[in-house]
């Protein structure tokens, strides 16, 4: 079964930086896009960024130049991959919790997976 598990939420001051962490139980050859959405309260879930299996990245237009998403890193003999996404120039507007997703395909469950999130507070 698919996992995903995030890390790195927490709080920090305006103008500051956070690096979140994603880590799946999947091969890396079952992932069709891996990325970042978050929810805020009151508000619907959002892009923030994503990664295709051809490296086609796409950010919200909220978070261009300011958060960056990384590759998926592998390891293999652990049948796991990786993501980040370094956030910078943090604004209140960011604060929200963060998930990671996964589309998955040629497996026996495909579809999308989420982890269970990871909170991000930008205050002073």
């Known amino acids: 079964q698919v996992q995903l598990v995030e890390s790195g939420g927490g709080l920090v001051q305006p103008g500051g930086s956070l690096r979140l962490s994603c880590a799946a139980s999947?091969?890396?050859?079952?992932?069709?896009?891996m990325g970042w959405y978050r929810q805020a309260p009151g508000k619907q879930r959002e892009l923030v960024a994503s990664?295709?299996?051809?490296?086609?990245?796409?950010?919200?237009?909220?978070v261009k130049g300011r958060f960056t998403i990384s590759t998926i890193s592998r390891d293999s003999p652990k049948n796991m991959v990786y993501l980040q996404m370094n956030m910078n120039s943090l604004k209140p507007e960011d604060t929200a919790v963060y998930y990671c997703?996964?589309?998955?395909?040629?497996?026996?469950?495909?579809?999308?997976?989420w982890g269970q999130g990871t909170q991000v507070t930008v205050s002073s």
């Open positions: 997703h996964a589309e998955v395909r040629g497996v026996s469950d495909p579809g999308d997976y």
């Open positions: 999947i091969s890396i050859y079952s992932i069709y896009t």
């Open positions: 990664i295709s299996n051809g490296g086609r990245i796409n950010y919200a237009d909220s």
